[in-house]
Each structure stands twice: as C-alpha cells, then as structure tokens.
C-alpha cells in the first residue's frame, strides 16, 4: 500500500462507525444512549427525516445537529445530575460529525449498528442454566450421587457451548442483515463496506465479552443451588459480618446449630497465601467447615491443601482426579480431601 493510499484509508469517513459505536456505549464519560433503543431510533429517524426536507446541506446538517442536541437534552432534562456527561457526549458528537457526510454515517451507526447490536447482545442469555437445568437433572435422576462430578462438569461445559452458540446465531443473523443492506448501497465501495462490517463485528465481540464474564462469574455458583434443592436442602442466612478468605456460595445449618459454607470453583486461585480468617473466627461465628467443590484441580498444591485444610476446609474434588488418589494416600493431606460423589451423604450427615 502506498502512502498516498494510506492516509486515504485512514481518513475514510466509515472508520467513524466504529468510534461513534464507542461513543454512544460509554458510560463513564458520557450518558450510554446507546442502551436506550427508543431514544436512540428517534434520534436516526429524526434527523433522516430532515435530510429530505428540501433545504440547502449545510442548512439541514446544522437543522440535525440542533435536533440531535434537543432529543437527548429533553430526554435527561428531569436528571440534572447527568448534565455534565449530556453535555460532554454532546459537545463530543458535534465535533466527530463534521460535515452532513458524517452525519449519514452517524445515522446508519444508530440504525444499523447500534440498534441491532443491541437486540443482539439482548437476546444472549444472562445466565447458562436454561441449558443445564433438565439435563443435570436427568443425569442425577439416573445416576444419582455417584452422578455429581460429571453433572457439575456439565453444568459448566454444556453452560458455556449453550451460550457461546447463541452468540454465533445473532451475531450470524445481525451480520448477514448489515452485509445485505450494505450490498445495496452502491455508494459504498468494497473497502467501505469492509470497515463497517469489521467495526460491527468488533463492538459485537466487546460487548457478548462483556456478558461472557457476567456470566461466569454465576455459573458454577448456580448448580450449588441446583444440587441443595434437588437434593431438598434448605439453605441458611449467612453468617452477619463474617467475611471468609474465599468466597462462599450457600450455606447450610448442621444439626447442632452451626454453619457449613458449600462453594464451587473450577480453581482455587485466590489469594490463598494471605488467608487470616482463624479457627477462632470460625468459632465465633459457628462455621463448622467451609466445603469447596473444585473441577479443575491441578493447582491445589500441598502448601494451598494444608494452609486452608487446617482452617476447616474441605476440599470435593472429582473422584478420579489424579489430585483425590495422592493427597487421600497422603498422611497430611487426607483429612482435607474427599470426592465429590460424597458430598451430599456428608451435608445430611451434619445437618440430620
């Protein structure tokens, strides 16, 4: 590519898409109208509408900016506290939208990227137990206890593939639409056409990323409260102002009115070597043990066993996990380990 044709790409006026795209989305900088579809389609439709209005472009491209400042200062004029950020947002648009070109382009980034983009991401789910729930429960039907490992193992694969694939249909869906629409502009040259789909496809990603983490912060999390309530197993109040060293899920009452902390984690990875929370913390709050459940469990080194294990920790770890068999055989690790197909027989034996 030569220079000349270099620059020419740079400063293609498409490449706004994208950064439009960001604009309209921040929420720390400026006020996200990009989450509102109602506000942000009477925006596109207004200011198009005013395009073939029969003035001068320069009259009608000053009339749409007017009328892009008047929608979204009447839409937040009940919220003086978003004043500043309206009018960063603002004062930040009529500085990228330059000429009535930009304006075109900022108006089909509104229709055609921000509002499909937004259905899009809408329709992933929030959370992967639509996918999971009557399959672990069949598997646990059939299968029962000795069935735990794997059905939390497929809480968690078949959660992941579940949501990923409806990624995939809307952003299928969502691309093929702008790549149709955009093959009938004949305005747009090929180049044209590929910074618009690759901007489009670029926020698509940032964003199901976005609720790609959301969500896995909730996943393993939920099938503890699957299995407790399959197995009918009532659930306690956390303790008031206890805070462990790693999180805890749910929590169950013993028989003699204590607590146990049941967590699920696919690793252990927080900071496990800063642990302060003592035996005689535990005691004070009656926290008889804290039970992880841990999928994936090469990292639990001795050192991580011990530390915790000494603090009334148990770890359930899958039951032909190379992990299980040496720290079972171990003379100081095996009061810390247990499989997890012995997990539920464990929590009636505390709380019956």
Known sequence: MNTNSFISDIQNRWH???????????????????????????????????ANNG????????????????????RYKKTPSKYDRIQRLLNELC??????EDMEVFIITCENIMLPLYQAIANIPNDDKEFTLNIAKSYLDVRGEEGLATVISLWDDLGVKGCLTAERTEIIKAFA?????????????????????TAFVQEFERRAAQKRKKRAGGSLENVTDFILEYYKIKRAQAPSHFQADLEVDNWVKTKDGWLIGISCKRTIRERWKNVSTSVEIYNRFKVKYIFHIVTFDEDLSDDKLTILGEQRQIFYLPDNSRRLKYASEHVGLKNYVRPISQLINDIKKEIK
């Open 16 to 50: 706004n898409v994208y950064w439009y795209s960001r604009i309209l989305i921040n929420n720390d900088k400026y006020i996200a109208i990009g989450k509102e579809p109602k506000l942000l389609s009477t925006i596109a439709s207004s200011i198009r509408i005013v």
């Open 55 to 74: 003035s001068s472009k320069e009259e009608t491209f000053e009339l749409q900016k007017q009328i892009l400042r008047h929608i979204v200062e009447e």
């Open 95 to 100: 500085t990228e939208i330059k000429t009535p």
């Open 177 to 197: 639409t702008l790549r149709i629409l955009l093959s009938n502009d004949l305005s747009l040259s090929e180049n044209d056409k590929d910074i618009v789909l």
